[in-house]
């Protein structure tokens, strides 16, 4: 491993601080990479029949990227890796979209527990809406279940970022925006059942609160100060009739039980099953869950309880991270839970290894550089998107992290069972470079 680090440092300072998001298996994926849709076409089909709607531009798409919109090229970039390349050039005007682009409709979302929308641009582009539930610097209530909390758009932004930041590249763009709750939502949406639920408070600000399972009445409605709401819009994945997604239940999913607990807190050789079960006993999904988990602690996120694929790369692809929103709710306690799957399994993959490695150094610390990243989202001039002591419980964190997978290789050398914890996803990377 040191001959490893020693290679890929020296690349560090000459890149920009914002920059440091090296991803340790880029130089070969970018070879092999298929794109997720790969004819334009199949977008012009599906598209064209609501190309003369009220407020949406007329289609002028071809086979060139350069005549499709920023969220196309995203969808056309996805591949059985990433969703988007290290250094993606169509980033910065995606991320510029989802923050000024016009919003023609605003629609409650079908699913889920709580209220979000889903706002529609003219250029066919669309994006998923959580607002403001509360303070940056307010944690978590303690006395409410995981499962009751709220979900959070600052979360949701801080994800992405942190995503970014580990190398993962799995979250979907998130950007931070005010939206106006008259001219952005009630005058533009065509859904009569959020329509209805609109109202001035007391103070004169407009409140909204949909329907959902939770947290959707007048007691819980989000209100803009007066008509101005912070949220996150989220860019949309491709249609689930263009590139239909697989969810799977996680082998670590919690009870949701205020009573009971799942197999895995209870059955001290629940990893070994697990590692012999399908899709986990062979390829990377092990380590692909691992990483997910490791995102998962670091920003103390209990309600993972999927995941999802895309089914035209079988098995062997990324897990997509998505729904965060109950992400960073308590900067004071730490969840060593969500680290279990990792403390009974013992095994990460190499280059996560390094990339934690180097976020632990004085130079690239994990709260120094989610800072400088953070500092970008348009919300950012509003207020800091993380308070401080939520960057401080990063850094914590990242430490136990580094603690439980150096137990894990003492515990390894101590039992002689001569099984590796790092998984090795690095050799080919040292092979390129040596030819």
């Not at 066919?124 to 610097?137: H, N």
């Not at 103070?203 to 209100?223: D, I, P």
Request: aromatic fraction near 12%; include cysteine; proline fraction near 5%.
């Amino acid at each position: 491993g040191g001959d490893t680090v020693f290679l890929l440092l020296p690349c560090l300072p000459i890149v920009r601080f914002s920059y440091v998001f090296f991803s340790y298996q880029y130089v070969c994926k970018g070879v092999l990479s298929r794109n997720l849709i790969s004819d334009s076409s199949i977008y012009l089909l599906f598209y064209r029949k609501s190309d003369t709607q009220d407020g949406y531009e007329d289609i002028q798409w071809n086979r060139s990227s350069e005549s499709h919109p920023p969220w196309l090229r995203f969808h056309l970039g996805i591949t059985r890796w990433e969703l988007y390349p290290h250094q993606d050039p169509n980033m910065e005007l995606l991320v510029q979209h989802l923050a000024t682009h016009r919003i023609v409709s605003a629609v409650q979302k079908s699913g889920g527990t709580q209220l979000k929308l889903v706002m529609s641009f003219p250029n066919y582009g669309q994006a998923l809406f959580k607002p403001k539930k509360q303070e940056r610097d307010e944690e978590s209530n303690y006395n409410l279940y995981y499962f009751s909390d709220f979900e959070r758009h600052n979360a949701e932004i801080a994800a992405f970022h942190l995503d970014r930041i580990l190398g993962y590249r799995r979250i979907p763009p998130v950007v931070g925006r005010l939206v106006n709750v008259i001219k952005e939502i009630k005058d533009v949406t065509t859904d009569r059942k959020l329509a209805r639920t609109f109202f001035t408070s007391p103070v004169g600000n407009v409140c909204f609160y949909g329907q959902c399972s939770y947290y959707c009445s007048t007691e819980h409605a989000v209100c803009g100060h007066p008509r101005d709401l912070e949220a996150s819009l989220a860019v949309m994945l491709p249609d689930l009739s263009l590139a239909t997604r697989r969810s799977w239940r996680s082998p670590w999913r919690r009870s949701y039980s205020r009573s009971k607990l799942a197999s895995w807190e209870t059955d001290p050789d629940y990893c070994e099953t697990i590692k012999k079960t399908p899709p986990y006993d062979k390829g990377t999904r092990l380590v692909d869950f691992m990483d997910m988990v490791i995102l998962d602690f670091l920003m103390s996120n209990m309600d993972r309880h999927h995941y999802e694929t895309f089914e035209k790369f079988g098995n062997d692809t990324f897990l997509l991270h998505l729904d965060n929103g109950r992400g960073f709710g308590r900067h004071s306690k730490d969840e060593p839970s969500i680290l279990a799957p990792l403390t009974q399994c013992c095994r990460i993959r190499h280059s996560t290894w390094l990339r934690l490695r180097l976020l632990s150094l004085p130079q690239y610390h994990i709260s120094d550089v989610m800072r400088a990243s953070l500092s970008q989202d348009p919300l950012h001039k509003v207020a800091p998107l993380l308070s401080e002591p939520h960057l401080t419980a990063l850094s914590r964190r990242l430490k136990t992290v580094l603690e439980t997978v150096s137990h894990c290789q003492e515990q390894r050398r101590n039992d002689g069972s001569g099984q590796n914890v790092i998984y090795d996803d690095l050799a080919h990377l040292k092979w390129s470079t040596k030819e």
